[in-house]
């Protein structure tokens, strides 16, 4: 097996320690900075509260296997996972609603939870002022993570497989030979490795810049306090519970007022997420003293009373029990926020040999532990960890001024009801599109992903709404959907539909790949035989070697060794960055650059039945079917502006992007906007767009399919090409699995009722029982009702009735055949 360091012995380092060992890797170092009986990192005071469930499966479901580890951890009777239960209260009717929602994801991820009333809120927490609390939610998997005594026995179980641990040992640096790491410096010398992970925790930054990477993670301080004895729990004899634990009620949430609490024997604990936000820098802490204690370590910074007392004020109110208690201790522990509230897992592009596991609560800590135990061992994770790639950002979100504005926001709204679409107020404007000046004086309302701003809707086509015929005009929708919403979406697809509209295309990823060895590394990569002739557009797969989904991609042949690869993240550039050089190294001469050219390019989407007649006036090329057919590109001219016309479409109607160098852009969009008007042009926004996508078939990855789904479940074996003479990634897994009946598939439903709304993320139930879960939704406005596409048992067919359970009520669904709209591809073929 390969040599491993992991730096840092806390919760995140000693499980990867162990799920290594365990499956057979041999030389794995650990090293910490700290004494090895308490390093003095997060994980030392950790009070270890795991609430399993949240929007995200993925997150949900790495808490999921730590409760299962940790449950399975124990040494002479004593255990690390006092599984009490998890008991979310709301106090507001807002955070009731959001409750119901939330059991939806329980019930979408496969978490037993269930909705309690007030009094069952009170029956099952006595302490609870039962004239505040309005009703609860329960999850009986939930409880206390035992995170110090686990890294303990971890340390103990590890070390007896091998693993060596060396304590008060701090990495000072980090050695490479040109893009490989070859191993880290301490002030007792090199220790070698072909694998370096940075384990550090909240010193993930000081980490990455030994390598010059930037880690976007912030450390922030919060608050968190124990009272005097709590004369309410004086009666229990804690100590005669079994296997040295020290609480028996459900940990809790007071999520209206940023509050959380538990049990430490007769006293209680709480932790506060409503004070400011306080930033640290690690490297600022100094040396990790050589006696760390419970009062005295890196990650202990003093309580500032005055930030806890709105908190102490609430919890007298809500426990009014506590009011006899005073606060005996607290501190400010720091750990790490990110710019999306995920961790960071997985390597950057340019350096071999370094990972990162960082940013883990130990709610996630042994999720994450195994996944990238999994990665490093088999090449892939059982489940889909693309949410915390470290490659997922943008450039300009891994600077620190962006990295601490988010972090800090991300802290302050922990707890807050979050809309699916919620749009921050800044940073904003960070990337524009060419078009931005525009835009703008059509009233388009933006959203942000990535940096980019792209538009949503465009308030100029406001008056249109009133013009729709009968069958499109907007039904009422239910408060939570009609939030960031706006009925000015359906007048922009009846318009893209019927007449014509243009949309900006700009934020969707573009790279170049060019160069001798480009043919190879795509033909390689890809499910489709791309030895085609320039000119030709392929829609493509990008598999693992196990055969399932790690990305789907438009590779756009330009000429003989130069492509352009539309894809979904930034984390498609860096494996496709990472497996050019891999290939590079194997064949020297037959070199690749991958550039990304999406900032330094522009596009506009024109779709629609008269999308023809707006260009036949201004290009200088044969844009009929015949001279640029579906699936095929040209360079050409488009008054004086020199574009790649490229046919092809997300909305399912006759059109091409057109792309040009971003200083044209401008010029472009006044060309075609001027030329369109007579055929009714409008610009349209993303909202339409997601619309008629969907009505389309067209999946998105990440959201309906993801590294857990193979081509044949998700309906994308068509662009696999099983004949390609060529090997490329997947094959061998993809034609075993061909011969496999689909125990699972991703379906289309439409629902009955013609208008109750589904944002995504819902449980579906068949047969009264929770089956599955709906990926992405929006209303189909050509069709006339909502449309949801959701995992479901490979055996539930078509016309087949289902439910979604949206805020707690049973929506009826019908499973439908694909596509809902023009199945034939009629109005692409045109
Ligand atoms: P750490 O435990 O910090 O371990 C990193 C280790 O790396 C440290 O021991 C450090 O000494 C070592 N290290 C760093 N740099 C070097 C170097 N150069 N060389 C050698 N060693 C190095 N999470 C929950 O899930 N539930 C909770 O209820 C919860 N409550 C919390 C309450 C508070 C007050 C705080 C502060 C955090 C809480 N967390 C909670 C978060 C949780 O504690 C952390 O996310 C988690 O412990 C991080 O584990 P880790 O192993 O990544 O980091």
Redesign the pocket.
Known sequence: SQRVVI???????TNLADELVSRGWNDITV????PLHM????????????FQTSPSKTMTHLARYTVEKLLSIEKDGHKCFNQVGGLEVATTPARLEDLKRKHGYASSWGIDARLISAEECFKMYPHLNNEMVLGGLHIPTDGLAL?ARATQLLIERTSKAGVRYLGH???TGIERDGRRVTGVSTPSGTIPADIVVS?????GV??GAMVGVDIPLLPLA?Q?AKTTAVPALAGRDINSLPNGLNATLPILRHQDKRLYYREHGGQYGI?YYGHRPMPVVASSLGL?PKDVDEQNMP?RLEFTTEDFDPAWKETQKLLPALQDTEIEDGFN????FTPDGGPLLGQPSHLDGFYVA?A????H?AGVARALAQILTTGRSEIDVSECELSRFEEVQVNRDYVTETGKQNFVEIYDIIHPLQQRASPRNLRVSPFNARQRELGAVFFETGGWERPWWYEANKDLVKSLPPSWKPVDRDAWSTQLHSPISAAEAWKTRNAVAMFDMTAFHRFEVSGPGAVGLLQRLTTSDITTKPGTVTYTLLLTDHGNIRGDIFVLRLEDDVFQIGANTATDLAYLTREARVQEQKTPGQWIQVRDITGSTCCIGLWGPRARDVIAGISTIDVSNKGLPYFSLKKAILAGIPVTMIRKSYVGELGWEIQTSAENGQRLWDTIYQAGKQHGLIAAGRSAFNSMHLEKGYRTYGADMTTEHNPFEAGVSYAVDATKKDDFVGKAAFQRLSSQVPSRRLRALTVDDGRSMILGKEPVFYNGKAAGYVTTAAFGYTIGKPIAYAWLPGGVGEGETVEIEYFGTRIKATVQAESLYDPQMNRLNQ
């Open positions: 730096i840092g012995a806390g919760i995140v380092g090293v910490e900075q700290g390093p003095g990192g997060s994980t030392s005071h950790a009070p270890g509260l795991v995170a040992t701090p990495v384990c550090a925790g909240f010193w000081e980490l919060h968190y932790g990790t990650s522990g720091i750990f790490s960082e883990v609560w130990v709610t800590s």
